[in-house]
Nanobody, 115 residues
Framework: QVQLVESGGGLVQPGGSQRLSCAASGIIVSMYTMAWHRQAPGKQRELVATIFRDDSTNYANSVKARFTISRDNAKNTVYLQMNSLKPEDTALYYC?????????WGQGTQVTVSS
């Protein structure tokens, strides 16, 4: 059974940092395109960051130079390091694994940026 479990969300002050984790079971993350998406209240889900099988990465313009996606193959876990957080980064963050036409999602972890 495939499962993606996100963790690391919470309340953080503007300018602060947070690291999200996505622990996978039932798949090998190094064989998949792994991504983080987010959805703020009243807004569409947005692709934030992607790491491909060849370890190349891609980021939304809104998070470039602030967020870093990475993968620990030994732990079968994908991370999203978020720095210089802004109130507009507040959202439910989802982990997503894609292989061809197959796609699976985690349940999400809430990140709230507020003073």
């Amino acid at each position: 059974q495939v499962q993606l479990v996100e963790s690391g969300g919470g309340l953080v002050q503007p300018g602060g940092s947070q690291r999200l984790s996505c622990a996978a079971s039932g798949i090998i993350v190094s064989m998949y395109t792994m991504a983080w998406h987010r959805q703020a209240p009243g807004k569409q889900r947005e692709l934030v960051a992607t790491i491909f099988r060849d370890d190349s990465t891609n980021y939304a313009n809104s998070v470039k130079a602030r967020f870093t996606i990475s993968r620990d193959n030994a732990k079968n876990t994908v991370y999203l390091q978020m720095n210089s957080l802004k109130p507009e980064d507040t959202a439910l963050y989802y982990c997503n694994a894609v292989y061809g036409t197959y796609s699976t999602w985690g349940q999400g972890t809430q990140v709230t940026v507020s003073s």
